[in-house]
């Protein structure tokens, strides 16, 4: 009886251990992201829209995305094959990018989750634009991996983030790369708001929050 209960003095020992680790983690992050908010020069807002098969194997997928909610002129929009499996889900697109003054370009447009764990997972999104004219080309990518902190709805997740734009050799302009720490909360099965801050190399540090919605 005493070694049972010595095992399980042990067990909520380290269960308070991982909870005391957690709350630190938390707090450390939420102190980055709140004092870097003054290092930030630029706010910006997106919406992203993917509807998709859920079952096993391969589907249709489409996606709608308001990259900056304060330009709703830049819109973008595709269509193609979705693939779902136990640990990854993924998608292919192609379709349109919408720019100011009535212009638009072709996008190439793959995006998808790979869960790790039930507590970690990651999401990417890589993008060609402008394959119609090489001079103007260039490529996105953007990758989250994240550690949710909670079990029940809203789960919560603390994780870091890169959004790159690299521009082809002859593409006008400078690269730009990222990196900063993330929150995001999981609202429903299919929804999640995220809040990122992002230290760029060219441009402003920029603080951002974003919708997410499976359809």
Known sequence: MSSITGDSLNIIEVL????????????S???????????????????????????????????????????????????????????LEAALHVGVLTLPAANATSVVDARGTLTLTDNVYAWGNLRLQGLEDLNKTSAYGFVMAEYLLTSFVPKVGLGVETENRVLMARTPGTSDYSVGPNMVFHVSPNARLE?????????????????????
Do not use: C
Not at 43 to 63: C, D, I, W
Not at 64 to 73: D, H, I
């Open 195 to 215: 809040a990122a801050l992002q230290f760029h190399s060219e441009v402003a540090n920029q603080v951002w929050a974003r919708l997410h919605v499976s359809l």
């Open 16 to 27: 308070n251990s991982m909870r005391n680790f957690t709350k630190l983690l938390a707090i």
């Open 29 to 87: 992050v939420l102190s980055l992201m709140v004092s870097g908010t003054a290092l930030a020069q630029d706010y910006g807002a997106r919406v992203r829209l993917q509807g998709k098969s859920t079952e096993p194997g391969f589907g249709l997928s489409g996606v709608l995305e308001v990259p900056t909610v304060a330009a709703p002129s830049n819109v973008l929009a595709g269509v193609g094959l979705s693939h779902n499996s136990d640990k």
